[in-house]
């Protein structure tokens, strides 16, 4: 439940933090808030000169309290990342959001976004965008002097400041980042991650058992009955072959190489 909060400035003029009404009137609208401005945090992750907030009071004028808004998501260039209770544009060196984004709801009527359109018209917002998630219906305005003229063909779109484009499907709003990463919600980032992690796990699972086979294939190999009569068996080869060759030799019918002169052989022979 939300309660009325207001902090007084040094000129005790008060400035209400909060309005005592829900940040979004369905569970719809509150997922996409937070899938915008979470996946805006994303991108800028990197960068401190750029504040993001959802659902902030920003008065853009000292001294005048009533004169104020409280965007679904707003993104400030040049002005450090830090918690605030409301944006006092006065105190941010006058710099104003230059990125809105609304997420309608059903209770949201003509007449309050045309004034919001005015607001954001008159106090120096740059890029403006309205999306219906029941609809599946995105708007686009962007600065042309001082004026902010709607976008004409918003399918495909790229954020001139923020870098990110968006993709109408028959179904939902396709959000993707510089790096063409799709913007997702905290349960569906949960489930890529236990993908990865499932998939990372199967791999090593299945690099573990080729290493498994390959060990019990070794295993087996240096184990065989024909590896370990190997070497003896080569040395009793060598030897069998070796008698072998001498009985053959010791077989064999020989000549003499000479015979004495005085043998009968040789009388005959005169």
């Not at 400035?15 to 369905?26: F, H, K, L, T, V």
């Not at 959000?175 to 992690?197: C, G, K, S």
């Amino acid at each position: 439940m939300s309660t009325l909060i207001s902090t007084p400035t040094r000129s005790g003029v008060v400035y209400p933090e909060s309005d005592g009404q829900p940040i979004a009137e369905n569970t719809l609208q509150f997922r996409w808030i937070v899938t915008i401005k979470e996946g805006l945090e994303a991108v800028f992750r990197d960068r401190q000169d750029v504040f993001i907030a959802g659902d902030l009071f920003w008065y853009p004028v000292e001294g005048d309290p009533k004169i104020r808004v409280a965007p679904d998501v707003m993104i400030v260039f040049g002005r450090p990342k830090r918690e605030r209770r409301s944006y006092l544009q006065w105190e941010e060196g006058g710099i104003a959001p230059q990125v809105i984004f609304e997420i309608l709801s059903p209770g949201n009527r003509t007449w309050e976004m045309e004034q919001k359109l005015l607001f954001y018209e008159r106090y120096g917002v740059q890029e403006y965008y309205v999306y219906d998630p029941e609809m599946i219906e995105l708007s686009g305005w962007l600065r042309e002097k001082d004026e902010l003229r709607e976008i004409s063909a918003i399918n495909g779109w790229t954020s001139q400041l923020l870098g990110i484009r968006f993709v109408l499907q028959p179904s939902t709003l396709e959000i993707f980042d510089p790096e063409n990463h799709p913007f997702l919600t905290y349960l569906e980032l949960v489930q890529q991650r236990d993908q990865i992690a499932q998939e990372r796990d199967q791999i090593a699972q299945e690099r573990d058992q080729v290493a498994q086979e390959r060990d019990l294939d070794l295993a087996l190999s240096d184990s065989s009955p024909l590896k370990r009569v190997t070497a003896p068996a080569r040395t009793v080869f060598v030897l069998l072959a070796a008698a072998f060759c001498a009985v053959f030799y010791l077989l064999l019918p020989r000549q003499p190489l000479w015979q004495p002169t005085g043998s009968p052989t040789a009388r005959a022979g005169r």
